[in-house]
């Protein structure tokens, strides 16, 4: 199995600054994207971002020119770095990591526990 561990979110004023970053372990393989997706009351979840091994990156529209995200392929760990956050950012956010064994054609997915990001206007 994978587990993935989260850290960081909490909370903060509108115009400020956060971090989250997430670590996977147990049976890590070929890992092909870590991402962070997030869910605010009432709503689906939805994409942040995410990163692909080769470094390639996809930002939803809503955060893009605020929020980076990077990883450590070496040490299958990914970041986000949200700046300039706005009350709609608020949500909780999840650690997402897709992964092939090299065993099958099957790509693999698994999902961080969550963590709470509040943004207050």
């Known amino acids: 199995q994978v587990r993935l561990v989260g850290s960081g979110g909490g909370l903060v004023q509108a115009g400020g600054s956060l971090g989250l970053s997430c670590a996977a372990s147990?049976?890590?393989?070929?890992?092909?994207?870590m991402g962070w997706y997030r869910q605010a009351p009432g709503k689906q979840r939805e994409l942040v971002a995410t990163?692909?091994?080769?470094?390639?990156?996809n930002y939803a529209d809503s955060v893009k020119g605020r929020f980076t995200i990077s990883r450590d392929t070496a040490k299958n760990t990914v970041s986000l770095q949200m700046n300039v956050l706005k009350s709609e950012d608020t949500g909780v956010y999840y650690c997402?990591?897709?992964?092939?064994?090299?065993?099958?054609?099957?790509?693999?997915?698994?999902w961080g526990q969550g963590t709470q990001v509040t943004v207050s206007s």
């Open positions: 147990g049976n890590i393989f070929i890992v092909t994207t």
């Open positions: 997402n990591l897709r992964q092939r064994t090299g065993w099958d054609v099957n790509e693999y997915e698994y």
């Open positions: 990163i692909t091994r080769g470094g390639s990156t």
